[in-house]
T-cell receptor, first 109, second 115 residues
Framework: SQKIEQNSEALNIQEGKTATLTCNYT??????LQWYRQDPGRGPVFLLL?????KEKRKERLKVTFDTTLKQSLFHITASQPADSATYLC????????FGQGTELSVKP | DAGVTQSPTHLIKTRGQQVTLRCSPK?????VSWYQQALGQGPQFIFQ???????QRGNFPDRFSGHQFPNYSSELNVNALLLGDSALYLC??????????????FGQGTRLTVV
């Protein structure tokens, strides 16, 4: 069956460092992959979309890679700030969105 | 633009009761999807409505039903509530039937507690 897995453990990093979050998927060939940010008690907010023919995409301090051979996407936040603390969700797009379980990121000052 | 709005924000129901949650999509959006999010989990797709019809459905029982109105707003109905239905219910709107590389805009969710 189709499966999406993200880092199951929370990620704790120091302010200014680069945070790297992983999203792996199986039994799926997505045309697109999206990343969302979710704060406690709120709905997810769209961050980035990457297509299957794109290897990398950047938006300000965010960078996403998409390796269809490894069936993996990496999400990087450079120069992280405490305000980046949230849960980050990856989602595969094929009409409907299929989400991973999310990775909680905590950036300490 | 008010974005996606959901009501109510919080709700407490008793087992066996029925509940209706409401969603108004972002202005200009024609597609509404509903998700259930348990604590510590990612959102799980319930179903999607486009042109007032259910277009796709996730792995949820028939107790979960919905409707989309001509103004694109939507309702999610859950019958015979179970304790396990306690979750954050999210509505997301998008364009063009949800196909293609369109992002989804989420509402703030409705926190349903079944006691």
């Amino acid at each position: 069956s189709q499966k999406i897995e993200q880092n199951s453990e929370a990620l704790n990093i120091q302010e200014g460092k680069t945070a790297t979050l992983t999203c792996n998927y199986t039994n799926y060939s997505p045309a697109y992959l999206q990343w969302y940010r979710q704060d406690p008690g709120r709905g997810p907010v769209f961050l980035l979309l990457i297509r299957e023919n794109e290897k990398e995409k950047r938006k300000e301090r965010l960078k996403v890679t998409f390796d269809t051979t490894l069936k993996q996407s990496l999400f990087h936040i450079t120069a992280s700030q405490p305000a980046d603390s949230a849960t980050y969700l990856c989602a595969l797009k094929g009409g409907k969105l299929i989400f991973g379980q999310g990775t909680e990121l905590s950036v300490k000052p | 633009d008010a974005g996606v709005t959901q009501s109510p924000t919080h709700l407490i129901k008793t087992r066996g009761q029925q509940v209706t949650l409401r969603c108004s999509p972002k202005s200009g959006h024609d597609t509404v999807s509903w998700y259930q999010q348990a604590l510590g989990q990612g959102p799980q797709f319930i179903f999607q409505y486009y042109e007032e019809e259910e277009r796709q459905r996730g792995n949820f029982p028939d107790r979960f039903s919905g409707h989309q109105f001509p103004n694109y707003s939507s309702e999610l109905n859950v019958n015979a509530l179970l304790l396990g239905d306690s979750a954050l219910y999210l509505c997301a709107s998008s364009l063009a039937g949800g196909q293609g590389d369109t992002e989804a805009f989420f509402g703030q969710g409705t926190r349903l507690t079944v006691v």
